[in-house]
Each structure stands twice: as structure tokens, then as C-alpha cells.
């Protein structure tokens, strides 16, 4: 993969109708991910902003969202020692005990963490649990997930995705800086 764009964009279809826009910049060795989502899902609007910091291999060190809807607002900090223990607002979070990615609902830019880390070449699979954060809730659970690195199509790079929680299963596609360009039922990349 070639190193990532200073700006990418989502249309979120199906699971919320809204919008995400990341801005990605070097962070030291690492990454800073700074995004917003607004989504309206059910009836009602929300909004959730987002910095993530990343290190060099694409394990999330920390996460602060902020959320937005006619229910109230919030803030969650999340901070994660890198080899699997995390804090969620400053208490030990021992149902995350083993996740090195946060994962934003709403959010399809953050289903590059795991792709970019892992590194799989074709035909091989890696479980990928995460810290999910609920949107606009701002709850915090683990989130089982796995992929399988597929054949590529060209410069296109595919993966089989199952999150067996939301009994989710299909085809990512991601571009050559390993963001998701097709996430059936939840994104499309329009930037």
C-alpha cells in the first residue's frame, strides 16, 4: 500500500444515510486521524466527531468522540497501551482486553486500521476484534471481526468481512492506500 491521502470522503448508505470526511496527517511516526460522520438513522439526525491517534503500524493509541443528537450530547476517551489493554474514560476496560483497533459506527474509514496492520497477503485470514464505539450513544463494546484477504482485482485490494454480532458478511473493496471504496449496505467512497 502507498501511503494514504490527506483527505478522504464516504456517502453512508442503507444502515444511516449521512456523510463521513476524514483528514489524515503524519503524527511523529504514527497517524492522527481527525473525522465527522453525520448520519440520520431511525428518525433522527446525529452527528459524532472523531481524532484518532494511530502509531506507526496502525494500532490505535487513543480515541476522543464526541456525539451529537436531539437525545444530548457526549464524549468518550478511549486509550489503548497498544499490546491490548485499553481505559475507556479512564477506567480499565477489561471487556476490550486484546483489541488493538477502535471501530466508529458510522465511521468506513476506520476499517483501514485493522487492513493497514495486519498487512495480509492473499488467502490469509486474521481475526481483528475491536473497540467499537456506538453511534450516537457513545457506547463502548467489543466487536468481533475477521477478514480474509481475497485475490486483487488490479490495484483494488478485496476482502471478505464477517462481524458476527450484526450477522454482517460481505466483499470490502479498498483502493491502493487501503481504504474501503465499497463497503456493501454502509459506505461508498466518494473522495
Known amino acids: 500500500m502507498v501511503d494514504v491521502p490527506e483527505a478522504a470522503a464516504w456517502r453512508l448508505v442503507?444502515?444511516?444515510?449521512?456523510f463521513e470526511v476524514v483528514f489524515i496527517g503524519r503524527d511523529g511516526d504514527g497517524y492522527r486521524v481527525d473525522g465527522h460522520s453525520t448520519g440520520v438513522e431511525d428518525g433522527e439526525a446525529w452527528g459524532v466527531q472523531y481524532r484518532v491517534a494511530l502509531d506507526a503500524s496502525w494500532t490505535t493509541r487513543s480515541a476522543r468522540v464526541v456525539a451529537r443528537s436531539i437525545s444530548g450530547a457526549g464524549e468518550v476517551v478511549l486509550e489503548a497501551d497498544g499490546?491490548?489493554?485499553w481505559?475507556?474514560?479512564?477506567?480499565?476496560a477489561t471487556?476490550?482486553?486484546?483489541?488493538l483497533d477502535v471501530d466508529l459506527e458510522g465511521s468506513a474509514f476506520t476499517n483501514a486500521?485493522?487492513?493497514?496492520?495486519?498487512?495480509?497477503?492473499?488467502?490469509r485470514r486474521a481475526g481483528a476484534?475491536?473497540?467499537?464505539?456506538?453511534?450516537p450513544s457513545l457506547?463502548?463494546?467489543r466487536l468481533e471481526q475477521s477478514y480474509v484477504r481475497l485475490e486483487d482485482d488490479g490495484e483494488r485490494q478485496r476482502y471478505s468481512y464477517?462481524?458476527?454480532r450484526f450477522d454482517y458478511e460481505d466483499e470490502l473493496t479498498y483502493d491502493e492506500h487501503g481504504l474501503v471504496l465499497d463497503y456493501p449496505g454502509i459506505a461508498t467512497r466518494e473522495l
Do not use: I, M, N, W
Not at 14 to 18: E, V
Not at 87 to 92: L, M, Q, R, S
Not at 95 to 99: F, I, K
Not at 115 to 122: D, K
Open 113 to 123: 486500521f485493522p487492513v493497514h496492520r495486519l498487512g495480509l497477503e492473499p488467502g
Open 139 to 141: 457506547r463502548v463494546e
Open 87 to 92: 481505559t475507556v474514560d479512564g477506567k480499565h
Open 162 to 164: 464477517a462481524s458476527p
Open 83 to 85: 499490546v491490548g489493554v
Open 95 to 99: 471487556e476490550l482486553q486484546g483489541c
Open 129 to 135: 476484534p475491536a473497540a467499537y464505539v456506538r453511534a
Open 14 to 18: 442503507d444502515a444511516h444515510d449521512g
